[in-house]
Nanobody, 121 residues
Framework: QVQLVESGGGLVQPGGSLRLSCAASGSIFRRNDGDWYRQAPGKQRELVAT???????TYTDSVKGRVTISKDNAKNTMYLQLSDLKYEDTAVYYC???????????????WGQGTQVTVRS
């Protein structure tokens, strides 16, 4: 069973930076796309960034230019570098990957437990 474990969250001042990590129990990011989502208090979970198995990246408009998603296939780890953090970036950040064991199989969503990022002066 795939396990995803996030780390790296914390309290940071506006304008600060954090690097989040998502360690997988297997080589899930080598063969599948990986995503970072976030959920702020009272809001729905939203997609922040995606990295494909081939390494292509996409970002939601609100974080473009401030956030970088990356991965290290050898370490089975995905990262999210957060820079120039704003109050509205405060949220629980989750890593996600979807796998499909066979062509006829249903997609299985894998989520980490989340890591809290709080931006406060």
């Amino acid at each position: 069973q795939v396990q995803l474990v996030e780390s790296g969250g914390g309290l940071v001042q506006p304008g600060g930076s954090l690097r989040l990590s998502c360690a997988a129990s297997g080589s899930i990011f080598r063969r599948n796309d990986g995503d970072w989502y976030r959920q702020a208090p009272g809001k729905q979970r939203e997609l922040v960034a995606t990295i494909t198995s081939g390494g292509s990246t996409t970002y939601t408009d609100s974080v473009k230019g401030r956030v970088t998603i990356s991965k290290d296939n050898a370490k089975n780890t995905m990262y999210l570098q957060l820079s120039d953090l704003k109050y509205e970036d405060t949220a629980v950040y989750y890593c996600h990957a979807a796998t499909k064991p066979c062509i006829e199989c249903r997609t299985i969503d894998h989520w980490g437990q989340g890591t809290q990022v709080t931006v406060r002066s």
